[in-house]
């Protein structure tokens, strides 16, 4: 698969959730007394919808890459890899409905309580990975101006 391809397929994989995400917030907000929806089902809708166009973004820089076709592919997948995992647990939370906020202590997942450490190790690593995928595109692009 190229970079390219993979960026198109999680543009249209997060669109999609994003619509379906989005039919999911309007049914809770029919369902709702006060016409609200789940914080995180919210969440997982908006981003879904932002990732998608994001997943576009990266498309639109793979051809400045400074690299060769496979690390350009591992520049692109690297963010793309957590908007996934983002939307995922955006999605995992809306579900369980066990939190508001996913980073205020202690931090909930259903029933359990994950320790602090796995939380922002995991925020360290989107941001790495995230920031670093596209900084290398930007690079590239920047290099060729």
Known sequence: MTADTL??????????SGLLTGLWKYLCIARSPDATSPVYVDIAHRTSLMYSFSALVLRAFVPYSPLDATGTLIAVAAPLLFFALAISTYVLHGILRDTDNQ??????LGSMTLPGVLLHGFMFLLALAEIGGFAVLLWGFLRGL
């Not at 960026?7 to 999609?16: E, N, R, T, V, Y």
């Not at 980073?103 to 909930?108: A, E, F, G, V």
Request: contains cysteine; charged residues 10%.
């Open 103 to 108: 980073l205020r202590s202690p931090h909930k």
């Open 7 to 16: 960026c198109l397929l999680a543009a249209g994989l997060f669109f999609m």
